[in-house]
């Protein structure tokens, strides 16, 4: 009987509680699923080697018996049909329109650090373009006439032929988890932790650009970058990232052209930096004395502090992690062994250790950190656990290379009170129940 069960998916190893898991989340179904097969091919081969004649001889499936597709059917690959699930999703209501709104990136079904591009999480504040790059130009001038020797124009040619360079670095949008400085409030990390990717940018560094146009030095102490959107996204750069030469005018990610949704054909990448200051469709570098104030410096991405006063260009994202799997919403199907797997980042440098507790923070284990473990890049972890049943709480706590800790929820609100809205790098729990399903708490 069981060769028969090859023929058939994998859902019919499971009863109907077990697939209502395996649709809460894939890792559980991963395990038993691989479990269930491995016994089911052993005793299927035995059967089918010893059982002349049996009418139950194993039948071998479509796949291995008839041609495939041919090269080229696609000529752009598309995931795999039963990858479906995987998308970025929208959070209902949380913005009136979309084309002022956030898709967040799947957290919880990704390897490793980079993230696909199309699953890049996207956030617009007037919707997106696909610009024609034919007339795309870069403008870098200055706040007075002095400031450059040379103001410039560029065009998307003439920038593809200066020296460039290619580095991986995290995005994270200031508001980033910012729906849970009050209590939780979504149930999955795909929306607590999902304004976050990573990629390989490829691009020219600003410092190029403005030693090319004879930018004064001495006195231009800040950048404005403007975007080509309907926005007016233009946002302030301190000149010491960008004389640190990472600030980047780039046209590259993970080794094409940028995607439309994250600023085709041209973007600024501001390692460490909050997204919002990644300004896409970039057209304008002003080069200035002063920083400029402008609208999304001024009423938005500003801190609530306990006394009701705004912080201002707070930018660098601090250090943070977070347990992708097991987490909110998924469901472990049974005792014994599981992998917990994580993302941890630090927009001061690089990622130096991360602790992880499966009792709500009582007692920490150190993580296995997955090279690379690159500056202002997403860092992998992995810590292993054996389930024995009980309620379990799982937390994950980051520590950066300059000493900076990822601190509790009780920490944080000390210094920042529970109603702001950006910069919340708190640590995140996954209260595991005995039915196995995990969800999103918050300890006090
Ligand atoms: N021109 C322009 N640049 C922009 C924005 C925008 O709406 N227009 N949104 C900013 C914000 S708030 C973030 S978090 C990042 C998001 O980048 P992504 O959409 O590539 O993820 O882009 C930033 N750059
Ligand atoms: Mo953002």
């Known amino acids: 009987m069981l060769g028969r069960f090859l023929q058939h998916a994998p859902e019919n190893f499971l009863n109907t509680q077990q697939m209502q898991d395996v649709r809460a989340g894939r890792r559980g179904f991963l395990a038993h699923a691989f479990a269930?097969?491995?016994?089911?091919?052993?005793?299927?081969?035995a059967r089918a080697q010893t059982s002349q004649g049996d009418p139950?001889?194993?039948?071998?499936?479509?796949?291995s018996k008839g041609l495939g597709q041919p090269v080229a059917a696609r000529p752009y690959g598309q995931p795999s049909e039963w990858e479906k699930n995987l998308q970025r999703r929208e959070s209902p209501g949380l913005t009136r329109v979309g084309q002022a709104s956030v898709s967040f990136c799947p957290?919880?079904?990704?390897?490793?650090i980079i993230t696909p591009s199309g699953l890049h999480f996207e956030r617009h504040h007037q919707g997106w373009w696909d610009i024609d790059p034919a007339k795309h130009r870069l403008m870098v001038n200055g706040s007075d006439d002095t400031m450059l020797e040379r103001p410039m124009v560029f065009s998307m040619d003439e920038l593809m032929r200066l020296p460039s360079v290619s580095r991986m670095h995290f995005i994270e949008c200031g508001a980033n988890t910012g729906m849970e400085w009050g209590n939780t409030a979504v149930p999955t990390v795909q929306?607590?932790?999902?304004?976050?990717?990573?990629?390989?940018?490829?691009?020219?560094p600003l410092r190029t650009l403005l030693e090319l146009c004879g930018a004064?030095?001495?006195?231009?102490?800040?950048?404005l970058a403007e975007g080509a959107d309907g926005s007016g996204m233009t946002r302030t750069i301190p000149m010491s990232l960008v004389l640190s030469g990472e600030v980047l005018v780039a046209y590259g990610q993970n080794?094409?052209?940028?995607?439309?949704?994250?600023?085709?054909?041209?973007?600024?990448?501001?390692?460490?930096?909050?997204?919002?200051?990644?300004?896409?469709?970039?057209?304008?570098?002003?080069?200035?004395?002063?920083?400029y104030a402008t609208k999304d410096e001024t009423i938005h991405y500003v801190d609530l502090m306990p006394d009701g006063m705004h912080r201002?260009?707070?930018?660098?994202?601090?250090?943070?992690?977070?347990?992708?799997?097991?987490?909110?919403?998924?469901?472990?199907?049974?005792?014994?062994?599981?992998?917990?797997?994580?993302?941890?980042?630090?927009?001061?440098?690089?990622?130096?250790?991360v602790d992880v507790s499966s009792d709500g923070g009582r007692n920490w284990k150190p993580a296995r950190l997955e090279g690379p473990v690159l500056p202002k890049c997403l860092s992998r972890f992995?810590?292993?656990?054996?389930?024995?049943?009980?309620?379990?709480?799982?937390?994950?706590?980051?520590?950066?290379?300059?000493?900076?800790?990822?601190?509790?929820?009780?920490?944080?609100?000390?210094?920042?009170?529970?109603?702001?809205?950006?910069?919340n790098n708190a640590i995140q729990s996954w209260a595991l129940d005995e039915s196995g399903e995990v969800k999103n708490v918050q300890l006090g």
């Not at 607590?192 to 020219?204: D, I, P, R």
């Not at 940028?258 to 080069?287: D, T």
């Not at 601090?318 to 994580?342: A, C, M, R, Y």
Request: proline share 5%; hydrophobic share 35%; glycine share 12%.
């Open 255 to 291: 080794g094409e052209m940028l995607r439309p949704e994250n600023g085709y054909p041209l973007r600024l990448i501001v390692p460490g930096v909050q997204g919002v200051s990644w300004v896409k469709y970039l057209r304008r570098i002003k080069l200035g004395d002063m920083p």
């Open 191 to 204: 929306y607590t932790h999902g304004m976050l990717s990573c990629s390989e940018f490829t691009g020219v």
């Open 56 to 63: 139950y001889i194993l039948e071998l499936p479509a796949h």
């Open 216 to 223: 004064d030095f001495k006195r231009g102490t800040f950048v």
């Open 382 to 423: 992995n810590a292993d656990f054996v389930w024995d049943g009980k309620p379990a709480i799982f937390q994950s706590r980051a520590v950066d290379d300059t000493g900076q800790i990822q601190p509790g929820y009780r920490e944080l609100r000390q210094v920042r009170a529970s109603r702001s809205i950006y910069h």
């Open 107 to 112: 957290l919880q079904g990704l390897f490793g």
């Open 36 to 45: 269930a097969a491995t016994a089911a091919a052993s005793a299927g081969a």
């Open 312 to 353: 201002q260009y707070t930018s660098i994202q601090e250090v943070k992690s977070v347990i992708t799997s097991p987490s909110g919403g998924q469901v472990l199907l049974d005792n014994g062994f599981h992998s917990i797997t994580g993302l941890a980042w630090s927009g001061r440098g690089k990622i130096k250790r």
